[in-house]
């Protein structure tokens, strides 16, 4: 299959101040970006995935998949930035209702 890309879809794969999300809640994704070197704080962060999952009325846990495939946790600064920063090319985010183990597809 051959798939054509235009000029602004090339350059932004090469464009390295900004790390694409890809992050599942249940059945749903959602994809963004975030700015690679000043990705923020957790707790922006946080809010924005309650926001973009539409799930603003319960707690949840986020983790991410890591380049050896092991699942890890967000849940501050320092692992969001950790996360951020090691992305390549993409970040994956699972959300999960807290208190529910977690099950990455």
């Not at 794969?13 to 749903?28: L, R, Y």
């Not at 970006?33 to 846990?61: A, Q, T």
């Not at 380049?67 to 959300?95: E, Q, T, W, Y």
Request: charged share 25%.
């Amino acid at each position: 299959m051959n798939r054509s890309f235009n000029k602004s879809q090339t350059l932004r794969c090469f464009d390295w101040t900004e790390v694409e999300v890809k992050s599942k809640f249940g059945a749903e994704f959602r994809r963004f970006s975030l700015d690679r070197n000043k990705p923020g704080k957790f707790e922006d962060f946080y809010k924005l995935i309650l926001h973009i999952h539409h799930i603003s009325n319960m707690e949840v846990m986020i983790g991410y998949a890591d380049v050896h495939g092991d699942f890890l946790p967000i849940n501050n600064d320092d692992n969001f930035f950790k996360a951020v920063s090691s992305a390549s090319p993409l970040l994956r985010v699972f959300i999960q209702r807290q208190g529910k183990n977690l099950h990455i597809y």
